[in-house]
């Protein structure tokens, strides 16, 4: 994984840590693999590899999240309309 980083640019290297610093890390990963060409699983070990190594966190704010906090705040909304 360091070794594609001395592949990158800073410009691109820059790019990249923008779009995690924003919660972009799908479009981070697609950058990457743009600019260095490896396969999706390599650039996104790098990608992460990279949030890492800065302390911006690329995990556990996917889709599933997402959904989760929305079920939860509809079975919480449902759960006040029970009558008592």
Do not use: Q, W
């Amino acid at each position: 994984m360091k070794s594609h980083d001395s592949l990158l640019t800073s410009e691109v290297r820059d790019e990249v840590v923008g779009l995690l610093r924003e919660g972009k890390k799908i479009e981070a990963i697609k950058v990457y693999r743009k600019h260095v060409s490896v396969g999706l699983k390599e650039s996104k070990e790098a990608v992460e590899a990279i949030g890492n190594d800065l302390g911006i966190v690329t995990t556990g704010s996917g889709c599933l999240s997402s959904i989760i906090l929305t079920f939860s705040c509809a079975l919480f909304i449902s759960l006040l309309m029970l009558p008592l």
